[in-house]
């Protein structure tokens, strides 16, 4: 669970370090709070922190930002530091170019999910990778189910669109 809230932070964020907090003060938070409600609620209530969490980073940016900008200072810039998991052999296939072409298609599928909005961003990560369902991705994201629907399939959508190339 860590990794998948690592990444969809990640993604969201678009930074490493940032991503590891806001990952960090997730699960602290969820320990603290929630650690006597029932195991079968867990995976909703965390993913629900980490929504809030993902929101309060989004926030704070927009804030420093502004103040960036109005008093003429430079922003930071993105740190470009290689990702360790990257590094992690591939043990799923032994074909070269499958794993290559699994490595395209998982470049180009990150960089199609970080141009998405962010709602449709967590619909899609918290449907199709986490699995969850329609009442439970709506409980995380704080919205109602029909929203997650709209959200989900215009994230599917957009994505279909911007991946066509790998369809087979």
Request: proline share 4%; hydrophobic share 40%; with cysteine.
């Amino acid at each position: 669970m860590e990794r998948r809230a690592f990444g969809m932070a990640r993604l969201s964020c678009g930074s490493r370090e940032d991503a590891l907090d806001i990952v960090q003060d997730t699960m602290l938070h969820f320990a603290r709070l929630y650690a006597g409600r029932p195991e079968g609620e867990w995976n909703v209530l965390f993913y629900r922190i980490l929504h809030s969490r993902i929101t309060d980073w989004y926030r704070r940016t927009a804030v420093r930002r502004r103040f960036h900008d109005w008093f003429g200072k430079p922003r930071d810039g993105e740190n470009d530091d290689e990702d360790p998991l990257a590094r992690v052999a591939d043990t799923i296939s032994p074909d070269p170019a499958e794993g290559v072409m699994r490595q395209e298609f998982t470049v180009a599928l990150q960089a199609a999910l970080a141009r998405l909005p962010l709602r449709q961003q967590q619909a899609f990560v918290l449907r199709a990778w986490e699995g969850f369902d329609t009442a439970q991705t709506a409980r995380a994201m704080g919205c109602s189910e029909g929203s997650v629907k709209t959200h989900y399939s215009r994230a599917v959508h957009a994505l279909q669109s911007k991946l066509g190339e790998f369809q087979p």
